[in-house]
């Protein structure tokens, strides 16, 4: 049976309620992006009292340590790791931070070995001089803006981090607080037990997300510094630090980690099959780590189409950097928690989902 044509007064209403479903979008992603200072220590803060909220409720309920001392016990531990491991890593940092100018010269070395049969095109790209020499200087000088926008951004991210330190340390001491006052606002007890079991089953699974990814990461970042000092590799805890926090963002941390490996690669060796050692071994890493461990232990529950996780990450680093992309899938893991338990958005959720139709 033929369905009947929609008419011209629908086919508007559909037009105009997409196209105000589009703006309205818009006009979020702008808020997000212009409001980030404010915004993104609270998704931050929340991030780190939803890894933190379990030790807190243990210490609390298991052995009666009042709510506000475990919570600022919690962050003050959180402090120290997080303090310790930067004195720890922030000397081979700078030194290799130091050595990229030698990874310039030596890329423009090899790309100047085949440069001969390519004079006009390099004419052509590199006006004036000597186009080696420019090469080198581009590669060499790239470091000083980086540099340069770091010293800039050092007092925000002070007072950023002061703030994320403090909203988490309200979140996890009031939270729950919050979170009864709004129960007894419901107004039937049935409501009540439902907005309850929501609420407890949305954090439970949020948590536990948070708490499996993050061990996951950590055992990534362990398992790669263990192989890296047993190829003899300098700094392997640097390169197993940076392994735990780029795998926070699927596929692009980890491209990411494989260039890097590849400079240093370039910088340490001479022989190709060398070079790519690195990178080879990380890769096969991460591979055992997204295709089997990850799969086998969160299931297939929390799997999601690749080109849209990808298109995601691009949208929040357009917004928020490189914090951006980092959180970019927990905050989307959260939302389809949410949205899962809400009945929010049915759709969207199975755009999300990575199921073939054979």
Not at 278 to 285: D, I, K, M, N, W
Request: proline share 5%.
């Amino acid at each position: 049976m033929a369905e009947t044509p929609l008419s011209p007064t629908r086919l508007r209403h559909y037009a105009s309620t997409n196209a105000m479903k589009l703006l309205a979008a818009l006009a979020l992603a702008y808020t997000f992006y212009f409001c980030r200072s404010l915004i993104l220590p609270l998704l931050l803060a929340g991030l780190v009292a939803l890894f933190a909220s379990p030790v807190v409720r243990t210490l609390s309920n298991k052995f009666k340590v009042p709510r506000s001392l475990s919570a600022a016990l919690v962050l003050v531990l959180l402090v120290m790791l997080v303090g310790y491991s930067i004195s720890l890593l922030y000397e081979p940092a700078a030194q290799w931070l130091q050595r990229l100018p030698l990874l310039g010269t030596k890329l423009a070395e090899h790309v100047d070995g085949m440069a001969d049969s390519f004079d006009a095109l390099k004419e052509n790209v590199l006006p004036g001089g000597s186009s080696k020499e420019s090469l080198k200087n581009a590669m060499g000088s790239g470091l000083l803006p980086v540099l340069s926008i770091m010293a800039e951004a050092t007092a925000m991210m002070l007072f950023q981090l002061a703030a994320i330190l403090m909203l988490t340390y309200f979140f996890l001491v009031f939270g729950d607080t919050l979170l009864r006052n709004m129960v007894r606002a419901r107004p039937s007890l049935n409501a009540k037990k439902n907005l309850l079991s929501m609420f407890h089953t949305i954090r439970d699974d949020i948590s536990r997300y948070v708490l499996v990814v993050s061990a996951i990461n950590i055992l990534l970042g362990l398992t790669t510094a263990l192989v890296f000092y047993l190829l003899d590799v300098p700094d392997p805890l640097l390169w197993g630090t940076l392994a735990t926090i780029l795998n926070y963002a699927p596929y692009l941390g980890p491209f990411l980690l494989t260039v890097l490996l590849t400079g240093v690669g370039f910088i340490e060796y001479q022989q190709l099959s060398q070079i790519l050692l690195l990178p080879g071994v990380f890769l096969l890493l991460n591979i055992i780590e997204s295709q089997l461990i990850t799969p086998l232990v969160l299931g297939k529950r929390f799997n999601m189409n690749p080109l849209l996780v990808v298109i995601w990450m691009f949208i929040w680093g357009w917004i928020w950097g490189a914090v951006g992309v980092l959180i970019a899938i927990p905050l989307l893991v959260c939302l389809k928690i949410i949205a899962g338990h809400l009945d929010i958005a049915p759709n969207w959720l199975i755009l999300l989902d990575d199921k073939t139709v054979s």
